[in-house]
């Protein structure tokens, strides 16, 4: 089922018609009944409420950014997406629809990542309707279509990715939103082509790991920042005390045995290295 487009006459020349119809119409059946012409005047009578109705009934306005999907008897013959008043066939079913930018926040669901740990995950989505008749026609219900189907690939691109990254470059879900919110997206449109949705946007709207390993998962975060700290520090260490013997030995200051710059290496990785603050031993005597 495709959109089509059907013409239709200005309603406002046809309002004017209607609205002047029974002055007209009374002013007829008085000349005929003047001109003895009685069984005319009663047909004249009798034929202009009916006329007049058949007016109203066609008349129907769009609004901006809103379509008006035409049935007779069942069978679709098109959309008018012109805003204004337009006249129709009165036996054409009308059913407006929305083309304006809507969205939606999902519900917080709980699914479980690529490495089955339990999340909470949310998102918002962004949509518009492009295509009337296929709304219309192809699903029942196309808002709750688009509900119903966006929390479904949101399911299901969150069970594709971990929650964290656990190498280098690895996408995941809380440290690549861009990346996340672009397969969403595709995912929620591919399940909405069918019902002639646009979406324009989605993103993440929450994120958490679920309440009953919140605080383990905190933990382990935590570990893993400590880590990665101590391993900034060490290379820092090692990078300083190489320079610093690099530099003893290239302006002569002082020759070191195997021993001694064993000795150094020790002291100096200990005071780079340590949480608190190093108490240093003073050597007043020689240094062998």
Aim: proline share 5%; net charge negative.
């Amino acid at each position: 089922m495709q959109e089509k487009n059907i013409p239709s006459t200005p309603g406002i020349p046809v309002l004017l018609f209607a609205l002047g119809l029974p002055i007209a119409s009374a002013f007829g059946v008085f000349i005929l009944i003047e001109l003895g012409l009685k069984i005319a005047a009663i047909a004249l009578l009798l034929s202009a409420p009916l006329v007049l109705l058949f007016m109203l009934v066609g008349l129907y306005k769009v609004e901006p950014n809103q379509s008006a999907v035409l049935t007779l008897f069942g069978r679709y013959v098109g959309t008018n997406r012109r805003a204004g008043l337009h006249f129709n066939n009165p036996f054409f079913t009308k059913k407006k629809i929305s083309l304006r930018v809507r969205n939606f926040e999902s519900g917080r669901m709980k699914v479980n990542d690529l490495n089955g740990s339990p999340i909470e995950i949310a998102a918002i989505v962004v949509w518009e309707v492009i295509d009337s008749a296929e709304a219309v026609f192809n699903v029942d219900e196309y808002e709750s279509f688009v509900q119903i189907q966006s929390e479904a690939a949101i399911r299901s691109m969150a069970s594709v990715y971990p929650y964290d990254p656990h190498t280098e470059g690895e996408v995941s879900l809380r440290s690549h939103p861009i990346e996340i919110s672009e397969k969403m997206k595709s995912e929620i449109q591919d399940r909405l082509t069918k019902a002639g949705i646009n979406v324009i946007e989605s993103r993440v709207s929450h994120l958490a790991y679920s309440p009953e390993i919140a605080q383990a998962m905190l933990q382990r975060q935590q570990a893993g920042a400590i880590i990665a700290a101590r391993q900034r520090i060490v290379e820092g260490a090692v990078g300083m005390v190489e320079q610093a013997l690099n530099a003893l030995n290239e302006k002569g200051v002082v020759e070191l045995d195997n021993e001694r710059k064993a000795a150094m290496v020790s002291n100096l990785l200990v005071v780079l290295c340590s949480d608190s603050a190093t108490q240093p031993v003073v050597n007043a005597g020689s240094i062998y």
